[in-house]
């Protein structure tokens, strides 16, 4: 028997697997964010109007709250799971830091629940008369802000593992950090429209990216300390 | 470097006898200064004949508002402390903030948009200060559910320390992205104040002393909800029986 | 300095206990759980933790092994503060507590590479041989919402058998388990003892392991007390 110690990369492989196979066997968890972006999206026409022009005008904004609304839904099965059958303690007891296997579970986690939406918004996009030569725009802005909406929410999701019930607070707690990437997401899209540079503005939505990556880790790291106590 | 003096600030019984020293004397400055500055900017100040006499709101407005910016950094402050050197007294501070602080960004929603009325002819604008203003109360609301929902003291303790400091980010992330936001979009002018356009001493001394009166409101809150916080989770200490069987 | 470092002689010649417990104190709830509370544990000792309901057991492990830090007092593993040596500690140290850390999605095996892979690097064939030993021969690739809580008991015993670790921290492993299942970690943990490893274990069950040590917990509770 080899008792050779295993290395952080083959640590952070086997739980990025591991989440990615339990996604997979869990199809429920995978469909349900999936087809609440395309329910909400589709409340907006029947709720507001279904003429053409203001949908078109409404549209990246419906777009973004769906995704948005979408992520806090599915952010509860980031932990959630795992602190009930006991894993995240096996998690939190590897002498591997914490940090690196939480982000590896965020970007699993982002795979499954973000991804998706992002694939599925010009479809989406379409149906609501988003205005043409702004979809690449769109899918830009989703791909970079999806992974900042799902990594902010797991620092929340980190603080209310161990409630019983976490919903609306999970929700208080998010949704206005949320804010700054809807802001970002709409108005890079709305900018491009009006014929503005796109460089300025994927420069500031790559910035949140990449502070969030390095920071939100550090914090619902140090959130799950706290909650599995 | 002698320490003693934290250790000190750390003891909640310290904290408790000196606070009381000083409440009477900041509260006594803060009705002089009440008194003098709301006299002044209610009835001296020369009517802004623009804006008409809801513009007088505006010397509750600036210096409310400008305290409850001052809540999450407080927060996250106490916080740190809270959870590097597990000061108790810090982790108070942290509990008798957030809902303080709630109030506080409660009125200042609420003195803006009266001020609005004058200005805008409606309650409500999305303008820049005020959204930023409203973002904030939610995280606050977001601190003190958290606390209430999380049962176990310590935990408790910890996590709305570490909400606090995350918060206290968030808020300066969401202030620009909003201002971002507001510049964009111009769906109002910002709030031109009164002390911009005349900018007499006439104008701002009253701010000056209402601006004084507020704060010292802000740290007398402070402290009577921290000495109320002290005296519940010290109820079954020595000093505090003492003090009760005093009273 | 010469009294320290011929304390530290004394110490070597007198054999490092692999954990030092000084003076641990903890409160919860306005509770104080335990205070005073000094015990080593060396090579080879077994030492299980009795107390009725509510006296802290699962608090202290959760202490020990480092989930939880809302104490006071000192932690020594192999004479070095814990907080000075957390990863030379969790290399050696193995936390089976109350929920089990199996996946009910997943198959026994992949919840054994997982967890397996967080420490060291392993083989799906140990893995097999490791299941065959815990008697989940041909349960290997159910999936373990499949299986009984004493299989999934039985999943999480796997991963002593799979680790190096030399301190084993166990809470209440034998509730879920049979018969056979009871008799099993016995012997497991004999053996281990018998290998210089030492065990933590809290459980009602009288043990059936030889040397056995005991600590009683909340026999001395006292209301809280203020430090000002």
Redesign the interface.
């Known amino acids: 028997m080899s008792a050779v110690r295993s290395t952080l990369v083959g640590a952070v492989l086997a739980t990025l697997r591991r989440d990615l196979l339990i996604a997979y066997r869990r199809k429920n968890d995978l469909l349900n964010p999936f087809m609440f972006f395309v329910l909400v999206a589709t409340l907006f026409p029947i709720g507001v109007s279904p003429e053409p022009e203001m949908l078109g005008e409404i549209s990246a904004g419906v777009l973004w709250i769906s995704a948005l609304l979408a992520s806090l839904l599915a952010m509860d099965n980031l932990f959630r799971a795992d602190f009930e059958d006991g894993s995240l303690e096996l998690l939190m007891l590897s002498r591997h830091p914490l940090y690196f296997l939480v982000l590896a579970k965020n970007v699993a986690h982002w795979l499954v629940s973000g991804l998706p939406i992002v694939l599925v918004s010009p479809l989406i996009a379409y149906m609501l008369n988003f205005p043409e030569g702004a979809y690449s725009t769109l899918v830009l802005t989703l791909l970079l802000g999806t992974p900042v909406l799902s990594l902010l929410g797991s620092i929340g999701v980190a603080l209310t593992v161990g409630l019983g019930s976490r919903g609306l607070i999970l929700a208080v707690i998010t949704l206005p950090m949320s804010v700054p990437v809807l802001i970002a997401g709409t108005l890079t899209v709305s900018q491009t429209l009006e014929g503005a540079s796109l460089s300025g503005y994927l420069a500031i939505m790559g910035a949140m990216l990449v502070a969030s990556f390095t920071l939100a880790p550090l914090a619902s790291a140090a959130a799950l300390r706290v909650s599995v106590n | 470097m002698d320490w003693t003096w934290f250790h000190k600030w750390g003891?909640?019984?310290?904290f408790y006898e000196l606070s009381g020293k000083w409440l009477p004397w900041l509260v006594g400055a803060m009705f002089t200064f009440l008194l003098i500055g709301v006299t002044w900017a209610l009835l001296f100040v020369p009517e802004d004949y623009q804006q008409g006499l809801t513009n007088r709101i505006f010397y509750v407005h600036v210096p409310v508002a400008s305290i409850s910016l001052a809540f999450f950094p407080l927060m996250a402050m106490s916080g740190t402390v809270f959870l590097v050197w597990r000061m108790k007294l810090a982790d108070v501070v942290v509990k008798v903030a957030a809902p303080l602080g709630a109030w506080f960004t409660a009125l200042a929603l609420a003195s803006g948009s009266i001020w609005g009325v004058d200005t805008w002819g409606t309650w409500w604008v999305w303008d820049g200060r005020l959204t930023s203003l409203l973002?904030?109360f939610?995280?606050l609301?977001?601190v003190v559910?958290?606390r209430t929902?999380?049962e176990?003291?310590?935990?408790a303790a910890?996590?709305c320390a570490?909400?606090s400091?995350?918060?206290c980010?968030?808020v300066v992330?969401?202030k620009?992205?909003?201002d971002?936001?507001n510049t964009?979009h111009q769906t109002s002018s910002n709030f031109t104040l009164a002390a911009d356009q005349a900018n007499g001493p006439e104008i701002w001394l009253p701010l000056i002393f209402m601006i004084v009166a507020v704060y010292l409101f802000f740290a007398i809150s402070l402290i009577l909800s921290t000495r109320n916080e002290i005296l519940q989770r010290?109820k079954?200490?020595?000093?505090v029986m003492d003090l009760v069987a005093k009273s | 300095m010469d009294k320290h470092t011929s304390e530290k002689k004394v110490q070597a010649g007198m054999l490092v206990p692999l954990l030092a417990v000084d003076d641990l104190f903890c409160e919860r709830d306005e509770r104080v759980l335990f205070q005073n509370l000094s015990f080593r544990l060396t090579g080879g000792q077994v030492l299980q933790i009795k107390g009725g309901n509510g006296s802290g057991k699962t608090t202290l492990l959760r202490i020990l092994c480092g989930l939880n830090d809302n104490y006071q007092g000192l932690i020594r593993w192999r004479g070095e503060l814990l907080a000075n040596c957390v990863e030379e500690f969790r290399d050696e140290m193995l936390y089976l507590g109350h929920r089990v850390g199996v996946s009910k999605v997943l198959t026994p095996r992949e919840n054994l590479l997982w967890s397996g892979h967080l420490r060291r690097q392993i083989s799906a064939d140990e893995i097999d041989v490791a299941l065959a030993k815990v008697g989940l021969q041909g349960f290997e690739d159910s999936q373990c919402f499949t299986l009984s809580a004493g299989q999934h008991q039985r999943v999480s015993l796997a991963r002593l058998l799979l680790s190096k670790a030399r301190l084993w921290v166990l809470d209440e492993p034998f509730t879920t388990l049979d018969v056979r299942g009871v008799a099993f970690l016995e012997n497991l943990i004999g053996q281990h003892s018998d290998r210089g490893g030492s065990v933590l274990v809290t459980t009602h069950h009288a043990m059936a392991v030889e040397g056995l040590t005991e600590l009683t917990l909340g026999e001395d509770r006292k209301p809280r007390v203020s430090l000002s």
């Open positions: 003891s909640p019984k310290w973002l904030q939610f995280l609301l977001g559910s958290l929902a999380l176990d003291s310590e935990g910890r996590a570490l909400l400091i995350v918060g980010i968030n992330v969401i620009y992205s909003v971002w936001w964009l010290e079954r200490a020595q000093w």
